[in-house]
């Protein structure tokens, strides 16, 4: 054999060795980076939180729990007997029935309220009679008739007197 021949068939080894230690390096390095993935994962699925942030935890659900809540004050309630109109529908005949509570400002507004309790029927009664099955039957048409009940009933009691008022039935049909 020439020293040529040699050199090629020295070649052609050290190929086919580099080509064999390739796939053998590729899969040693995929089989680290699964490991490390691994690892990683299991510290952080696993590892528990040190005892200082447990207790900052802790400290921080005591204090919320501690701290008072900005709830506002409930005022008097006052249940009315329930009401059973007619709506003014022109087309068809269409029944309202609506149990209201009244939220009163304080105890003297409830006794002046019991006092001039069938001027407040009165004027509830008439406020649901003009309405039709349109006007009450969505949301805003439920917001509407309330915030005209209250005004309607603080012109009875003087003004700022009610709270607000609850529906606590509302039927149409």
Avoid: C, W
């Avoid at 309790?117 to 039957?137: F, G, H, K």
């Avoid at 949301?139 to 009940?149: M, P, S, V």
């Amino acid at each position: 054999m020439t020293a040529k021949e040699r050199e090629e068939t020295t070649e052609g080894a050290g190929q086919e060795q580099a080509q064999k230690k390739s796939p053998i390096f590729l899969i040693l390095l995929v089989v680290l980076a699964l490991a490390g993935a691994g690892a990683g994962a299991y510290f952080f699925f696993f590892s528990a939180p040190s005892d200082e942030e447990l207790a900052k935890e802790i400290a921080q659900e005591k204090g919320a729990l501690t701290q008072p809540r900005n709830t506002p004050k409930v005022g008097v309630l006052m249940p009315l007997e329930p009401f059973v109109v007619n709506l003014a529908d022109p087309r068809a005949r269409h029944f309202l029935k609506a149990s209201i509570t009244l939220e009163l400002v304080d105890d003297s507004a409830k006794d002046d309220a019991d006092r001039l309790l069938p001027r407040i029927r009165n004027d509830i009664i008439m406020l649901l009679t003009s309405q039709t099955m349109e006007d009450v039957i969505t949301l805003e048409g439920k917001i509407r008739l309330r915030d005209q009940l209250i005004a309607r009933v603080n012109r009875i009691l003087g003004q700022g007197r009610v709270k607000n008022v609850y529906f606590a039935q509302f039927v149409v049909q």
